[in-house]
């Protein structure tokens, strides 16, 4: 099947540069997300964006998931190019990323993952859902986490599969 005929086109966007790691969801988590969104809708593609030096994430968060439903857009493509892919998508899972901001400024449904940067400083313009650990980030602003757990690890698939379902279905 391909991608771009299936709906939703959910983009998944697990990367966050080499910046800020810490604003990285783990992997295991955008791999149940996945399989969540699979089973939700059956008639879903699931589109991975990544970044420069992302392509083993993706490569991982690939592997294991249904070939078919599951695509991987590359990690080398420039911004414009980029952006016409996240054009094409009808919502995107990310952190605080270069996909949050051009799927806002693109009018797509954005879910954004946030924890050591701040949601409050970023407009959703009413197409975000932004969710942040209920305990907080003790790790604010800084490039690497102190804490033995990161705060993104208790932000649960299942809770992001919800917001999702509020930004296909309004």
């Known amino acids: 099947m391909e991608w771009r005929r299936s709906s939703p086109r959910i983009g998944l966007n697990p990367g966050s540069g080499s910046r800020w790691?810490?604003?990285?969801?783990?992997l295991q988590s955008?791999?149940?997300?996945?399989s969540l969104v699979l089973?939700?809708?059956?008639?879903?593609?699931?589109?991975?964006?990544?970044?420069?030096?992302e392509d083993q994430l993706i490569e991982r968060l690939q592997s294991g998931l249904p070939r078919g439903r599951v695509f991987s857009t590359g990690c080398d493509n420039p911004v414009r190019d980029f952006a016409?892919?996240?054009?094409?998508?009808?919502?995107?899972?990310?952190?605080d990323t270069l996909a949050l901001h051009l799927a806002l400024a693109l009018?797509?449904?954005v879910v954004g993952l946030f924890g050591p940067t701040s949601a409050t400083e970023i407009e959703?313009?009413?197409?975000?859902?932004?969710l942040t650990p209920e305990s907080g980030c003790a790790c604010f602003y800084?490039?690497?986490?102190?804490?033995?757990?990161p705060c993104l690890e208790s932000i649960l698939p299942?809770?992001?599969?919800?917001?999702?379902?509020?930004?296909?279905?309004?």
């Open 21 to 26: 790691p810490n604003k990285r969801w783990p």
């Open 30 to 34: 955008w791999q149940a997300l996945a």
């Open 39 to 53: 089973t939700r809708w059956p008639n879903a593609a699931v589109v991975l964006l990544g970044g420069p030096n």
């Open 84 to 95: 016409a892919l996240v054009d094409q998508l009808d919502l995107v899972v990310t952190g």
């Open 107 to 109: 009018r797509k449904q």
């Open 124 to 130: 959703s313009y009413g197409r975000g859902n932004w």
């Open 142 to 149: 800084r490039k690497s986490c102190t804490q033995p757990v």
């Open 158 to 170: 299942e809770r992001v599969l919800e917001a999702v379902a509020r930004g296909i279905h309004g």
